[in-house]
């Protein structure tokens, strides 16, 4: 038994030098309660209006500082049609869920993010300083810990 586990795990092992898996990349939905729930590539996000943001905030080792482009999430929202929900007050009333690869979730809501309102401009990045990302990060300036600035966001869910 065990000369077979040996020699499977050898032939795996030779398959996966022979053919590497091509990095695949990243993949962001947005999902819950907007017209139309939309799946972005990384190409996608870069053919839509680019924004940029610098941020600083506190870190256990220290201040960080970076600047940022991606795309508003405001401007996602409305790329998917924006909120379904015809109630008064709408724009302001929705968490949204932010959720990474690890399960790490942020939470903010729709008042916080509106330009009617909030106006905070989270950012949906893909690139730091100046340099592509691996992942797509969700970057809120003004963080004073960045707490809510995470990488490896898959799912955005306007609840």
Do not use: C
Request: proline residues 6%; without cysteine.
């Amino acid at each position: 038994m065990t000369i077979l586990l040996r020699a499977a795990a050898a032939i795996i092992a030779a398959a996966l030098l022979i053919a590497p898996a091509e990095a695949q990349s990243p993949t962001l939905s947005l999902e819950g309660k907007v017209k139309t729930p939309q799946h972005w590539s990384l190409d996608d996000l870069k053919k839509m209006p680019a924004q940029h943001a610098d941020v600083t905030y506190q870190t256990e080792k220290g201040p960080v500082t970076a600047s940022f482009t991606g795309v508003l999430l405001w401007s996602l929202i409305e790329a998917a049609g924006g909120i379904d929900d015809p109630a008064k007050g709408a724009a302001v009333r929705h968490p949204i869920r932010i959720t990474a690869t690890d399960g790490y979730v942020v939470v903010t809501s729709t008042g916080e993010i509106s330009p009617d309102f909030g106006a905070k401009d989270t950012l949906v990045a893909y690139e730091r300083d100046g340099k592509p990302l691996t992942d797509f990060r969700i970057v809120m300036p003004g963080d004073k810990h960045g707490g809510r600035n995470i990488h490896d966001i898959v799912t955005i869910s306007v609840e």
